[in-house]
């Protein structure tokens, strides 16, 4: 039968739960369907530890047409990015992604399914910092540039007007450490400690 994308989410996030470095750090968080770049994107799986990464799943049920927009998207946000894709895109797939993403691929071994490996990951050279302050929400924007001294005007500044203040005014690692931080931390997400997935 072919394969949805909730087939091959459960034994992913099985896999991950097993993954150094990510099963020995426990501030480790995964985020599903997770929003990027206002909006325009939302990745399958983030995990974020001490990198945002980001894995996409390609099912039998899913086309590859939205594909090239998503790495546009994507390749703005997140740190690794791995592909995740049934045997049938696999091909096509590897033709349309970058060098720099991982891409691993689902087979189905008697009853269940197996994720292997391909190419691993390797780090995003294409970070637009302006995304990552965009993520932030206008509380978290207005507490980092408090931090930095800059308070005047800007509480009537829109959310893309103080990401563009923060990227002017505080250094792009700084940037990154905070974002990551705030994504681990905020309550109301559905964000998981890696740890808890460990039963798959």
Not at 54 to 69: A, C, F, Q
Not at 74 to 92: A, C, M, P, Q, R
Not at 142 to 149: D, S
């Given at each position: 039968?072919?394969?949805?994308?909730q087939?091959?989410?459960?034994?992913?996030?099985?896999?991950?739960?097993?993954l150094?470095?990510?099963?020995?750090?426990?501030?480790?968080?995964?985020?599903?369907?997770?929003?990027?770049?206002?909006?325009?994107?939302?990745?399958?799986?983030?995990?974020?530890?001490?990198?945002?990464?980001?894995?996409?799943?390609?099912?039998?049920?899913?086309?590859?047409?939205?594909?090239?927009?998503?790495?546009?998207?994507y390749?703005?946000?997140?740190?690794?990015?791995?592909?995740?894709?049934?045997?049938s895109?696999?091909?096509?797939?590897?033709?349309?992604?970058?060098?720099?993403?991982?891409?691993?691929?689902?087979?189905?071994?008697?009853?269940?399914?197996?994720?292997?490996?391909?190419?691993?990951?390797r780090?995003?050279?294409?970070?637009?910092?302006?995304s990552?302050?965009?993520?932030?929400?206008?509380?978290?924007?207005?507490?980092?540039?408090?931090?930095?001294?800059?308070?005047?005007?800007?509480?009537?500044?829109?959310?893309?007007?103080?990401?563009?203040?923060?990227?002017?005014?505080v250094?792009?690692?700084?940037?990154?450490?905070?974002?990551?931080?705030?994504?681990?931390?905020?309550e109301?997400?559905?964000?998981?400690?890696?740890?808890?997935?460990?039963?798959?």
């Amino acid at each position: 039968m072919p394969l949805y994308d909730q087939d091959i989410r459960g034994p992913l996030l099985n896999k991950l739960s097993k993954l150094e470095p990510y099963s020995s750090d426990p501030s480790t968080v995964v985020i599903p369907e997770m929003d990027v770049c206002a909006g325009n994107a939302r990745i399958d799986i983030a995990v974020i530890n001490h990198n945002i990464n980001g894995y996409e799943i390609k099912s039998e049920r899913d086309t590859l047409e939205r594909l090239p927009s998503q790495i546009e998207f994507y390749n703005k946000f997140f740190d690794n990015i791995t592909l995740v894709v049934s045997g049938s895109h696999f091909s096509k797939a590897k033709e349309i992604i970058p060098d720099w993403w991982g891409i691993e691929y689902v087979v189905e071994e008697e009853d269940s399914l197996v994720i292997y490996s391909e190419r691993e990951p390797r780090q995003n050279k294409e970070l637009d910092i302006l995304s990552l302050a965009c993520i932030l929400w206008k509380s978290e924007q207005l507490e980092l540039l408090k931090k930095y001294g800059i308070t005047k005007g800007v509480k009537s500044k829109t959310r893309y007007e103080l990401a563009e203040k923060i990227v002017n005014n505080v250094s792009n690692n700084d940037i990154k450490e905070y974002v990551k931080e705030k994504l681990k931390s905020r309550e109301s997400w559905r964000a998981v400690p890696i740890q808890q997935l460990c039963d798959g």
